[in-house]
């Protein structure tokens, strides 16, 4: 059984703060002194320290505190194990494009194992990389930006690839186009909510042509694709997303920006030192069929 310690230090690495560590696990503030306090006389190193008014970790704290995520996670599947139950549970996160998108038939071939079981999460790439990190989540599938090196990143960790490109409806003047960058600065253009990966992807293009979001002529922020949808496709704005986007709505197409084609990877991630990767190879075998 883990440490109850190790719980208020986890707790401290996310908040770096300890007022709010205190109120979120709803012990006094000297209780979390104390418990970090301990921690640091059994491991005989500082885990924290301050810079003026700032906490940080200590390298001995970041090394316990990828430990300490492998130990939860093994608890999580030993309390699993001793359930002496059949069933094959996985806990998934998919980004919206990827969830919304991409993984419906892979997820009913799963499925249609009768001792397989699901918990499926659809959110943003942060929002499901600080659950991978809560030990809230088995793996995701994630079309963000995210620190390789932080996190369980192997050669078949790549799901798959996927044109990045302009949508627009049918009807706009932009429909099937290789336009200049230029063009798109004097479009309303319907983007995803801070911390999305098409939009940090988007992001990316405008910075590589010396551009931001702030020189586009109208933004409106949406964070649900079936909305954005709808407003590309009655010809309120353009967005910016993937392939599978574009073609599961017969009233948009797609279109290029000139020198900015590309492709983006879709990634299988992971806790570091943890053998969730033999949950993303059983999943695998369900969904030989994916393009």
Do not use: W
């Not at 038939?105 to 397989?116: D, R, V, Y």
């Not at 649900?224 to 017969?250: C, P």
């Amino acid at each position: 059984m883990i440490d109850y310690r190790i719980y208020t230090f986890l707790s401290l690495c996310e908040t770096m703060n300890y007022r709010k560590t205190s109120e979120k696990l709803n012990i006094s503030q000297p209780a979390v002194t104390q418990h970090i306090h301990a921690l640091e006389q059994e491991y005989g190193e500082k885990l924290f320290f301050y810079s003026g008014r700032v906490l940080h970790k200590t390298e001995a704290a970041e090394q316990l505190e990828e430990y300490s995520k492998t130990m939860l996670f093994y608890e999580n599947e030993l309390r699993t194990s001793l359930k002496g139950k059949s069933e094959i549970m996985l806990r998934i996160g998919a980004t919206k494009t990827i969830g919304e998108f991409v993984l419906e038939q892979q997820l009913i071939q799963f499925l249609s194992e009768p001792n397989h079981n699901l918990q499926f999460v659809i959110d943003n790439t942060q929002v499901l990389l600080t659950m991978l990190e809560r030990n809230q989540l088995d793996f995701a599938i994630v079309e963000g930006f995210f620190e390789k090196k932080k996190y369980g990143y192997a050669a078949y960790s790549l799901y798959r690839e996927e044109p990045f490109l302009g949508v627009c409806s049918v009807n706009h003047p932009f429909a099937g186009k290789d336009i200049p960058f230029q063009d798109i600065l004097d479009e309303t253009l319907v983007l995803r909510e801070n911390g999305s990966g098409t939009r940090a992807i988007f992001e990316q293009i405008l910075a590589v042509n010396n551009s931001s979001v702030d020189d586009i002529k109208k933004v409106i922020c949406v964070n649900s694709f079936a909305v954005i949808k709808q407003l590309v496709a009655a010809d309120m704005g353009i967005t910016f997303a993937y392939e599978a986007v574009a073609n599961s709505d017969s009233r948009l197409t797609t279109f290029t920006v000139q020198n900015n084609h590309r492709k983006k990877e879709f990634n299988y991630v992971y806790l570091k030192n943890t053998d969730a990767d033999k949950k993303i190879r059983l999943f695998e075998g369900n969904c030989k069929s994916r393009n």
